[in-house]
Nanobody
Framework: QVQLVESGGGLVQAGGSLRLSCVASGVIFSINAVGWYRQVPGKERELVATITSRGNSNYGDSAKGRFTISRDYAKDTVYLQMNSLKPEDTAVYYC???????????????WGQGTQVTVSS
């Protein structure tokens, strides 16, 4: 079993920055693709950014040019640096990882509990 714990959310004024972190723990052989998603009440969860095990990143339209995803392989951690925040970025942000849990390649998808980001105008 793999647990993901996000941190770094909070209240920030428009134009400000936040850095989210997500650390994985448990039975981990390797971590493959990781990503950040966000959700507001009444709407579907949407992609913010993903990054592969080779470091190739992909961003949702709302994140391009403002957010940066990165990962620390040694710490089993993924980060989301968010700059120039806007009120419409307000959401619960979730971390997602595809984790290989055995040497034979068994993979699971794990989600964190989410961290609230609120951007005031």
């Amino acid at each position: 079993q793999v647990q993901l714990v996000e941190s770094g959310g909070g209240l920030v004024q428009a134009g400000g920055s936040l850095r989210l972190s997500c650390v994985a723990s448990g039975v981990i052989f390797s971590i493959n693709a990781v990503g950040w998603y966000r959700q507001v009440p009444g709407k579907e969860r949407e992609l913010v950014a993903t990054i592969t095990s080779r470091g190739n990143s992909n961003y949702g339209d709302s994140a391009k040019g403002r957010f940066t995803i990165s990962r620390d392989y040694a710490k089993d951690t993924v980060y989301l640096q968010m700059n120039s925040l806007k009120p419409e970025d307000t959401a619960v942000y979730y971390c997602n990882m595809e984790v290989t849990t055995t040497p034979t390649g068994f993979r699971i998808i794990s989600w964190g509990q989410g961290t609230q980001v609120t951007v005031s105008s």
